[in-house]
């Protein structure tokens, strides 16, 4: 028997292109039982325009990046109070303290704070960012009923920060596998249009320009893989990955691989990009907390590496290979013997299956949705 449907009422920092902002849409979109609406902190960023097309209700405070103002917490406060939600579900940071401590004031006593975030590291991570969340560290004890995180490291960092051990609860993030799926006419039609014969071993990095995603260790081991006479190509797919980024090129032309390496930059048909490529690299140095590149490209059909940051671990499991952050030369090494067994036709298309049951098992959207109403149902019996 299903639980009565709640009124949920989100609130989020910014719509921008990330993972918690994709996992807000994802549980808005597909959760057809309990009723949702969003509140922005900020404008409709990358986003927006996703949630108004799939009729989502998202309201937007427009308060500048950083700050908050009088009026907007004033219209998020007769917000809270006009709609009555059963529950409010924060997201980050800036939105857990704002949302949750307009929420207590406006009487919600059921609020779901939310954790995307697994590092806070001084010098990369904004002065700003680090002070909230340790803020809300201090309040977590009086604010939220529960705290829902996407990754099991999350949890343990933040514990470390005096966050509510006991109020944490781990949903991790769930993908829609009615477009996240193989798809062979897919990967022959984008290959086709980067010129990339289909048996040419194709490596990919969907992830943009940011030193946290360390694309420069990724070019490294590449070198080095060149080094060891391996033929193969790479994608560099995001925000940043063009030619106009004259860091990059320097990066390239500095290894000896600008020949190797396709600079993509933006794309909107990341279900396409990933069944084109062969095998997905993510070589994060820090700040992951549940890398969702990765099951979606496993999710395709696509065997990953990554770098030991987060969840990778977790996610990937038996079906790829993970290897320590920040070295190259164990990256190289690496990609060296996924390019053996890629050469075994009959070993590959079996890890390739193993790969996309691993997301079909453990991280659909159902079972995302499934997490969060049990941490909404457990809140408001709090």
């Known amino acids: 028997m299903l639980a009565k449907p709640l009124k949920v009422l989100h609130v989020i920092t910014g719509l921008t292109d990330g993972g918690a902002e994709d996992s807000l849409y994802q549980l808005c979109h597909n959760d057809h039982h309990n009723v949702h609406r ?15 097309a799939a009729g989502i209700e998202v309201v937007y405070l427009d308060m500048p990046r950083g700050r908050v103002t009088p009026a907007g917490l004033w219209r998020l406060w007769r917000i809270i109070r006009d709609y009555q939600p059963d529950v409010v579900q924060t997201w980050m940071y800036h939105a857990n303290l704002v949302g949750g401590v307009v929420a207590r004031l406006a009487g ?54 005096r966050y509510a051990a006991m109020k944490f609860v781990v949903v991790p993030n769930g993908y829609n596998l009615s477009l996240l799926t ?31 995603k360390d694309h420069a260790n990724l070019i490294a081991g590449l070198a080095q893989l060149k080094g060891l006479g391996w033929d193969f190509r790479c994608a560099l797919i995001g925000a940043g990955l063009d030619a106009d980024n004259d860091e990059l090129i320097r990066l390239l032309e500095d290894h000896g ?14 279900p396409a990009v990933m069944n084109a490529l062969d095998v997905h690299v993510l070589s994060s140095r820090f700040g992951e907390a549940f890398p969702n590149v990765l099951s979606e490209a496993m999710a395709c059909g696509t065997p990953c590496v990554s770098t030991d940051v987060g969840d990778a671990a977790f996610i990937v499991g038996d079906t790829g290979w993970i290897v320590p952050p920040n070295d190259s030369r164990l990256l190289a090494d690496q990609l060296a013997m996924v390019l053996s067994e890629h ?31 049990a941490s909404w149902h457990q809140a408001c019996h709090a």
């Open 38 to 52: 969003v509140v922005c902190l900020m404008d409709a960023g990358q986003y927006g325009p996703r949630f108004d």
């Open 108 to 161: 919600v006593k059921a609020i779901c704070w939310g954790i995307h975030n697994s590092n806070l590291m001084p010098g990369a991570t904004k002065r700003s960012t680090i002070w909230v969340a340790k803020a809300c560290g201090a309040l977590s004890r009086v604010v939220p009923s529960r705290i829902v995180s996407c990754s099991q490291h999350a949890v343990d960092v933040h514990r470390k920060l």
């Open 182 to 212: 193989p798809d062979t006419e897919a990967r022959a039609r984008v290959r086709a249009e980067w010129g990339i014969d289909d048996d040419m071993p194709l490596f990919g990095m969907v992830a943009r320009f940011d030193p946290q």
């Open 257 to 270: 691989v600008r020949d190797r390496v396709l600079l993509v930059g933006r794309r909107s048909d990341i």
């Open 343 to 373: 050469a075994d036709a009959a070993t590959w298309q079996v890890r390739k299956q193993r790969a996309h049951q691993r997301v079909v098992d453990s991280f659909s959207v159902q079972r995302m949705i499934d997490g969060y109403s």
